[in-house]
């Protein structure tokens, strides 16, 4: 079968409702010849003659009676889909987001953002999961729905990507370490035994990068998988962490942290999702929430 020209319900709707070829031509913007041979063609596609005349009038055929209501309503239907999405009454969305982040994102920011979300849009749900790699894959098939992390490369190029927050490495250490007594040298700070944070286990990071040239090196006696965890093993022992400032921003008392004595780059933390969401205004909402959060 040929596919049929999807124009033509447009006018069959506007002929039945009108039930006159020159007020139905006057609300399509067309001329009374033009929606006359509309019709004409609506009279062969359909296989009825739709409207006939009834003194000086048209009257519509069974047939159109039984098309009408359910013509109307399938324009309407393709009018909803082919209109731009309308903001959405964030009251009534019922939606699960999935979010992959660091455990100290989900510290410092985590609830604040899960208050501001339940105050503006009840029934959405945000589910956390742990961020173990900068791999894409999981944005990509809509396993994660948005994702905060500093960029790698193995981050997709299709990815979409915002700035949330500059962010500087620190020292930390319990209360009462040696390190806590006065200000911390390069000597002083190399000459302590470190907690190495990588996901895969490698104890060169950032902090080497810089110390490396600089002929320094730091003796690490552990290495564990998240700064978090790096914090917790600080405040128990006399090992030093090297975290990201926002890091400490819940730090209880016991603890100590101190700017280091070398100059290590500042870092970006992003938002990142995938280009199939951006439009969602559900999504575009959420992220605006983060964004603000963040910036507070």
């Known amino acids: 079968m040929s596919r049929p020209d999807l124009n033509l319900l447009v006018t069959l709707d506007a002929l039945l409702t009108e039930g006159n070829v020159a007020r139905a031509a006057k609300r399509l913007h067309l001329s009374p010849s033009a929606m006359s041979r509309a019709l004409a063609r609506l009279r062969e596609t359909v296989g009825d003659p739709l409207l006939v005349r009834a003194g000086r009038g048209l009257v519509p055929t069974p047939r159109a009676l039984e098309l009408r209501e359910r013509v109307g309503q399938l324009v309407h239907e393709t009018e909803a889909v082919l209109r731009p999405a309308q903001a959405p009454d964030l009251a009534q969305v019922e939606r699960t987001f999935t979010l992959r982040t660091s455990d100290g994102f989900v510290e410092t920011f985590g609830p604040t953002l899960i208050e501001r979300v339940a105050a503006e849009a009840p029934g959405v749900r945000l589910r956390f999961v742990q961020k173990t790699d900068k791999d894409s894959t999981p944005l990509r098939d809509g396993a994660v ?82 700064f978090a965890t790096a914090l917790a093993l600080a405040r128990a022992t006399d090992l030093i962490a090297t975290v990201p400032e926002r890091h400490t921003a819940g730090l209880r008392a016991g603890m100590h942290c101190f700017a280091l004595p070398m100059a290590v780059p500042p870092i970006t933390v992003s938002l990142l999702w995938h280009p199939r969401l951006h439009a969602d205004p559900v999504h575009r909402w959420l992220r605006g929430v983060v964004l603000e959060v963040c910036a507070e």
Not at 163 to 178: E, I, M, N, Y
Not at 179 to 187: H, Q
Not at 192 to 219: C, F, K
């Open 145 to 226: 729905d948005l994702e905060t992390g500093v960029l790698g490369p193995a981050m997709g190029p299709e990815v979409r990507v915002q700035a949330l927050l500059r962010d500087r490495f620190v020292g930390v250490v319990r209360a009462g370490h040696p390190l806590a007594a006065a200000r911390v040298t390069t000597r002083r700070y190399t000459a302590g035994r470190h907690i190495a944070v990588s996901r895969r286990g490698l104890e060169q990071g950032p902090i080497e990068q810089v110390m490396g040239p600089l002929g320094l090196q730091r003796d690490i006696a552990t290495t564990v998988g998240g």
